[in-house]
């Protein structure tokens, strides 16, 4: 059964420095997102990704945070500069349509 | 008032118990109600999907969406050790692709 794939499973980044995250969604899906879950805490919407461009981000995702679909099968979110309160789980997530959200494994990112 | 809302446990039940989850909202306008079921450290998993009101069945699972009470509920017939996790619910409407989730309900199903 397809599904999506992140990688890598663990980063580990110091304060100040830029990440790539990188998830490659199900093959014939139109939709991408990235959502986050910070330890104990709720998931989170961060943005959605449809026809090469955002179409709906939240307030979490300020200028630090950028997407970008770079060929026909990926998807990366990249952080500019990691602060302490970016440590969190990444999912990335995608569908055919608008609903019916398919969830990666994520990424657990660690920032000291 | 938080926009959703679900009950953290741990619900602890036996082996073969039914299991009632259940998730309230405020957001009227709510239409797109979906239930993920999240292993430790995994990527939520999604078990169930309704739109709008009534019942939907998969296996041993039951969706139900009660729109005038704001009140979603998942039902786990005959529950086993391996569904044993965290149930998170979400919910979207119309207009928007985010979906807003649930603090999540850690479920054991003791042997």
């Known amino acids: 059964e397809p599904e999506v794939t992140q990688t890598p499973s663990h980063q580990v980044t110091q304060m100040g420095q830029e990440v790539i995250l990188r998830c490659v969604p199900i093959?014939?899906?139109?939709?991408f997102y990235w959502y986050r879950q910070i330890l104990g805490q709720k998931v989170e919407f961060l943005v959605s990704?449809?026809?090469?461009?955002?179409?709906?981000k939240s307030e979490i995702f300020d200028d630090q945070f950028s997407v970008e679909r770079p060929d026909g099968s990926n998807f990366t979110l990249k952080i500019r500069s990691t602060k302490l309160e970016d440590s969190a789980m990444y999912f990335c997530?995608?569908?055919?349509?608008?609903?019916?959200?398919?969830f990666g494994p994520g990424t657990r990112l660690t920032v000291t | 008032q938080k926009e959703v809302e679900q009950d953290p446990g741990p619900l602890s039940v036996p082996e073969g118990a039914i299991v009632s989850l259940n998730c309230t909202y405020s957001n009227s306008a709510f239409q797109y109600f979906m239930w993920y079921r999240q292993y430790s450290r995994k990527g939520p998993e999604l078990l169930m999907y309704?739109?709008?009101?009534g019942n939907k069945e998969d296996g041993r699972f039951t969706a139900q969406v009660d729109k005038s009470s704001k009140y979603i509920s998942l039902f786990i017939r005959d529950s086993q050790p391996s569904d044993s996790a965290t149930y998170l619910c979400a919910m979207s409407y119309s207009g928007t692709y985010k979906y807003i989730f649930g603090t999540g309900t850690r479920l054991k199903v003791l042997a």
């Open positions: 093959s014939n899906h139109l939709y």
């Open positions: 990704f449809y026809n090469n461009e955002i179409s709906e």
């Open positions: 997530a995608s569908t055919p349509d608008s609903w019916e959200q398919y």
């Open positions: 309704t739109y709008s009101s």
